[in-house]
T-cell receptor, first 115, second 113 residues
Framework: NAGVTQTPKFQVLKTGQSMTLQCAQD?????MSWYRQDPGMGLRLIHY???????DQGEVPNGYNVSRSTTEDFPLRLLSAAPSQTSVYFC??????????????FGSGTRLTVV | KNQVEQSPQSLIILEGKNCTLQ??????????LRWYKQDTGRGPVSLTI?????NTKSNGRYTATLDADTKQSSLHITASQLSDSASYIC????????????FGGGTRLMVKP
């Protein structure tokens, strides 16, 4: 099925460990983004990309890196995990703003716990 | 700062009843407003998207309204079903900000039999 695929679905890390959350889409969407969702709060943008080779910071980028070497993939790297990064992470993709249809498609999320 | 506020935070209704969720925003300049449904443990799924010129849009039993003058939107759910139990998120994007979105905190709806 076409859509946004996130892996893993669940992850437990120790403080200081690093890891990469994977995100892939097969809809040829130009725009991809990473959000974190914390209890009682709206989704907050971490990083986004408007196309292959182009990335930029969102609202809460500290402690995270991204790259966009292909249109399909947009991995999110945690450099040195901290308990404050315990959250649910969502990857989303869409066509470029101004396209006739730029509704967002979200992945199913990665639940990360840092102990 | 762009903000989206939703009310109520949570709501319990009986199956078959109607309900209305509210969204107030201060995003400027306004581009569009979206309502999403998020089931527990899943990513948000789009219900409606409205631009400045649209006052109402329906998707089955879901009807969204937009008043761009007062910067308010509502999502009306008719004849609720148990499967409507979810969080409903209002999301607003600003014109000229690319695909940057501002998310509300959501309304958690529980439909009981």
């Amino acid at each position: 099925n076409a859509g946004v695929t996130q892996t893993p679905k669940f992850q437990v890390l120790k403080t200081g460990q690093s890891m990469t959350l994977q995100c892939a889409q097969d809809m040829n969407h130009e725009y991809m983004s990473w959000y974190r969702q914390d209890p009682g709060m709206g989704l907050r943008l971490i990083h986004y990309s408007v196309g292959a080779g182009i990335t930029d910071q969102g609202e809460v980028p500290n402690g995270y890196n991204v790259s966009r070497s292909t249109t399909e993939d947009f991995p999110l790297r945690l450099l040195s995990a901290a308990p404050s990064q315990t959250s649910v992470y969502f990857c989303a993709s869409s066509r470029a703003a101004g396209s006739r249809d730029y509704g967002y498609t979200f992945g199913s999320g990665t639940r990360l716990t840092v102990v | 700062k762009n903000q989206v506020e939703q009310s109520p935070q949570s709501l319990i209704i009986l199956e078959g009843k109607n309900c209305t969720l509210q969204c107030n925003y201060t995003v400027s300049p306004f581009s569009n407003l979206r309502w999403y449904k998020q089931d527990t443990g899943r990513g948000p799924v789009s219900l409606t998207i409205m631009t400045f010129s649209e006052n109402t849009k329906s998707n089955g039993r879901y009807t969204a309204t937009l008043d761009a003058d007062t910067k308010q939107s509502s999502l009306h759910i008719t004849a609720s079903q148990l499967s409507d139990s979810a969080s409903y998120i209002c999301v607003v994007s600003a014109r000229g900000a690319g695909n940057m979105l501002t998310f509300g905190g959501g309304t958690r709806l529980m439909v009981k039999p």
